[in-house]
């Protein structure tokens, strides 16, 4: 158990909704990261907040966001769902910004249908 | 660009038998380096990690990897290989901080009995 914990393990939604994805960070850690596991992209970084605040952004869609709250968990939000949006999608944390490792949950399954 | 690249798709070994999975990285200053595992179901595990220092390091579960700059590889070894270790490794290169991690394509190893 890496200690970050997400929710829900599994999503089944239908095209153009929107759902919202949860990430709980370990303990103490202050920086959430936001990765799409997909078949045809492998594993890609999508977003970073560290303390609230947005700290780096990867490959992520104009229809995606994310935030995260005081007390530090992170929500990502996908909308206008596509049919290629189905995906694993995980979250990490780690103590500090760099030099250091990132633990992940168990992710989010999101199907499309 | 950073990459990684993890030569082999799929390796089956027999339950005992000794592990190497490949790992070659391209990076243009001193790489951080990881292996993750993922299980069926499972989010992505630590298995080690190389910021600096001693080439070789120790992880969970009885791995090791060699850091080895001349070759750009950071290679995942084990002496004897248990029926639990069957799983999804992926070798990753970063810059310290998880917004830059850049993941392999991954190593889906099978151990038979």
């Known amino acids: 158990d890496s200690g970050v914990t997400q929710t829900p393990k599994h999503l089944i939604t239908a095209t153009g909704q929107r759902v919202t994805l949860r990430c709980s960070p370990r303990?103490?850690?202050?920086?959430v990261y936001w990765y799409q596991q997909s078949l045809d992209q492998g594993l890609q970084f999508l977003i970073q907040?560290?303390?609230?605040?947005?700290?780096a952004k990867g490959n992520i869609l104009e229809r995606f966001s994310a935030q995260q709250f005081p007390d530090l968990h992170s929500e990502l939000n996908l909308s206008s769902l596509e049919l290629g949006d189905s995906a694993l999608y995980f979250c990490a944390s780690s103590a500090r910004d760099s030099n250091t490792e990132a633990f992940f949950g168990q992710g989010t399954r999101l199907t499309v249908v | 660009a950073q990459s990684v690249t993890q030569p082999d798709i799929h390796i089956t070994v027999s339950e005992g038998a000794s592990l190497e999975l490949r790992c070659n990285y391209s990076y243009g200053a001193t790489p951080y380096l990881f292996w993750y595992v993922q299980s069926p179901g499972q989010g992505l595990q630590l298995l080690l990690k190389?910021?600096?220092?001693?080439?070789l390091v120790q992880g969970i579960k009885g791995f090791e990897a060699e850091f080895k700059r001349s070759q750009s590889s950071f290679n995942l070894r084990k002496p004897s290989v248990h029926w639990s270790d069957a799983a999804e490794y992926f070798c990753?290169?970063?810059?310290?901080?998880?917004?830059?991690?850049?993941f392999g394509t991954g190593t889906r190893l099978q151990v038979t009995l």
């Open positions: 990753a290169v970063g810059a310290g901080t998880a917004s830059k991690l850049t």
């Open positions: 190389y910021f600096s220092g001693d080439t």
């Open positions: 907040y560290y303390n609230g605040e947005e700290r």
């Open positions: 303990s103490g850690d202050l920086s």
